[in-house]
């Protein structure tokens, strides 16, 4: 069995915001690029902003095929990947002008740590954003 995308195919992706995440509660996966949004996603199940790649804080440490980003995060029990500030995590986020794409919470469910980083332009090309 192949594991499903996180891009939908048959539904457009919402864009959003902090200002405009309230208002599409309906959308199981959304897309932001809100430094808010972001933060309190991985707040919420503990994630930490770390990387593969070769920064400016550091040597390369794993080898990760995304698109040049090299932005991850560590989760409790899996650290796989070199710690980096925040600061650091957004100027490269918002130098590669990514798209962070995630499941959203549902109440009653376990928290899903379903994301995948992507370039803006290649959300474009994949998916339906509105």
Known sequence: MQPRSLLPEDQPIVFIDAASEDRHAHAGVVATSDHELIRRWAGRRHAEPATGEATESGPATVSVNDHGAGVRFNFP???RF???EWDEWFRNFDAHALAFVYERDEPGR???NRYRLVPMAMLREVARVV
Do not use: D, E, K, Q
Request: a positive charge.
């Open 77 to 79: 029990g899996v650290s």
């Open 82 to 84: 070199r710690p980096i």
């Open 110 to 112: 376990t928290l899903s």
